[in-house]
């Protein structure tokens, strides 16, 4: 039977999903190379949304990160992803996505794989040709979600429009983890179709535990490419697991394209880390079936509770879930992804703790009533809804309104000066001046000892204690004693 075949999201979607993008770079090196032998078709490692969390939180260069692992990681692509606009929640200026690809391809970036959050092909043409110019093979992203209008229709008409593209791959993409087998069933033979000579992978999520059983349908259907994650970072809100997919296509007589062995040690050092750290070890999820209904992703249903509590309703998130569903059948079913997860849920929240439905409302969803994020979005919201989102004054401000159109050579201008990188004036994009200058002074990246030493990764650790006051170590003929003295 058929070669599967895998791309590893570790380093990228498994930290970000796992451990709120905590993953450092000191963490990656020691395992690069297993990753690079180990026959993935590509490695993910990089996302906009690591910019503003790595110089501000973990004072480190995203950049730099990848042009380290590149040096290592040498026969397996990288890739990196990328939506619509590339800051997420804010409308992005050309000249900025220009930058961002640009730079990525320049420090080792090989693949992008690229999102419409409408997966509007008008959209996905233009990212392909940006990429393009920079060199960049794109993999787009078919972004599933469960409305009455994402229909076995809707998705063959979007899949035959991304075929006509000069795409290296088709990406079926499940962030939401909201794939079921039965769906996979009806959907895989549809992209496979429209497809025809270009590859399709399947890219899901394990929210509701599904997520490993819907590979092996898409398996079973025809679709020879996997996106998984080494455990620790599997499972949970991330992707299914290597291991386990990998033994469940062995089992159903298919081969596989990768050298899981060579993987175990990754595996032992990023649980290791894991501990020591005292970040999330990813476990199989219960299914969820209320899941399906609200989307609402994990990390936002946790911003729910918090926000909530501040405000003395700690026990209302059921009920701001279920105005989720509302605020998001009103605005005609957008897929819950970024940015459009957070205009739908942070409205349903603003509904139920003000206690009027729309009384309030944020600048992104009046600028998503006026068009400004797309002419199908605010042509799917309700005309009810829309003429009351519309009849404020601040709407009326808003619409004479423009997206910055800002080119490179003024970006350069405004952000940039003597002796300033192109590298160093994206990270002031997205993160400010003093947070860069604040990175570039916390030095080189830590270092982080593989598993593989675990003894010394001990006697490290034991230094950094008060007590005990003795320590001694003894395996076999080894003797070690360290003890901690006052200085006279």
């Known amino acids: 039977m058929s070669e599967i075949r895998f791309v590893d999201t570790t380093l990228r979607d498994g930290h970000q999903s796992l451990w709120a993008e905590q993953m450092r770079t000191g963490m990656i090196l020691p395992i690069a190379s297993r990753i690079d032998q180990a026959g993935f078709e590509a490695v993910e490692i990089l996302s906009p949304s690591f910019f503003k969390k790595c110089v501000r939180e973990l004072k480190e260069d995203?950049?730099?990160r990848v042009r380290l692992v590149s040096k290592i990681i040498t026969r397996t692509p990288l890739r990196a992803i990328r939506s619509r606009h590339i800051t997420g929640l804010h409308l992005t200026p050309a000249g900025v996505s220009e930058l961002w690809l640009e730079r990525a391809a320049a420090n080792g970036i090989n693949e992008i794989r690229s999102s419409d959050p409408s997966?509007?092909?008008?959209?996905?043409?233009?990212?392909?040709?940006?990429a393009q110019r920079v060199g960049l093979a794109t993999v787009v992203n078919l972004i599933f979600s469960i409305s009455p209008k994402h229909t076995d229709e809707y998705y063959a008409a979007r899949a035959k429009a991304a075929a006509r593209l000069d795409v290296a791959r088709i990406c079926l993409k499940d962030p939401g983890g909201l794939l079921t087998p039965?769906?996979?069933?009806?959907?895989?033979?549809?992209?496979?179709?429209q497809a025809g000579k270009i590859p399709v992978e399947l890219h899901t999520h394990c929210n509701t535990g599904l997520g490993p059983l819907c590979c092996l349908e898409a398996i079973q259907l025809g679709i020879r490419s996997v996106n998984t994650a080494i455990p620790p970072l599997a499972h949970g809100s991330s992707n299914p697991s290597l291991f386990n997919v990998a033994?469940?296509?062995?089992?159903?007589g298919y081969s596989t394209a990768v050298d899981e062995e060579i993987l175990k040690p990754v595996s032992d050092h990023l649980t290791s880390i894991a501990r020591r750290e005292g970040l999330p070890i990813g476990s199989p999820a219960e299914y969820d079936s209320y899941h399906p209904i609200h989307q609402v992703p994990g990390g936002m249903i946790s911003n729910f509770r918090h926000q909530l509590a501040k405000v003395g309703m700690a026990d209302r998130v059921e009920e701001?879930?279920?105005?989720?569903?509302?605020?998001?059948?009103?605005?005609?079913?957008p897929i819950m992804v970024t940015p459009y997860s957070q205009f739908v849920g942070v409205q349903a929240a603003m509904n139920v703790i003000v206690g009027e439905r729309y009384r309030e409302v944020t600048d992104e969803v009046i600028q998503y009533a006026l068009g400004?994020?797309?002419?199908?979005?605010?042509?799917?919201?309700?005309p009810d809804v829309r003429d009351k989102i519309l009849s404020r004054p601040r709407a009326a401000e808003l619409s004479k309104w423009e997206p910055s159109r800002m080119p490179l050579k003024e970006l350069k201008q405004r952000l940039g000066g003597p002796g300033v990188s192109d590298d160093e004036l994206l990270l002031r994009y997205f993160a400010g001046k003093e947070d860069v200058e604040a990175m570039l002074k916390a030095g080189p990246p830590k270092s982080y000892l593989s598993a593989q030493h675990p003894l010394v990764t001990l006697v490290g650790e034991l230094t950094?204690?008060?007590?005990?006051?003795?320590?001694?170590?003894?395996?076999?003929?080894?003797s070690l004693r360290l003890e901690r003295r006052k200085e006279s």
């Open 247 to 252: 033994q469940n296509a062995r089992a159903l």
């Open 62 to 64: 995203p950049l730099e």
């Open 464 to 478: 950094k204690k008060r007590s005990p006051a003795r320590v001694h170590i003894q395996k076999g003929d080894f």
């Open 182 to 193: 039965e769906r996979t069933r009806a959907l895989a033979p549809i992209v496979l179709k």
């Open 320 to 333: 701001v879930l279920e105005e989720t569903g509302r605020v998001r059948a009103e605005f005609g079913y």
């Open 119 to 130: 997966n509007t092909p008008a959209h996905w043409e233009e990212m392909v040709r940006n």
């Open 372 to 382: 400004l994020w797309g002419e199908e979005e605010a042509a799917s919201i309700e």
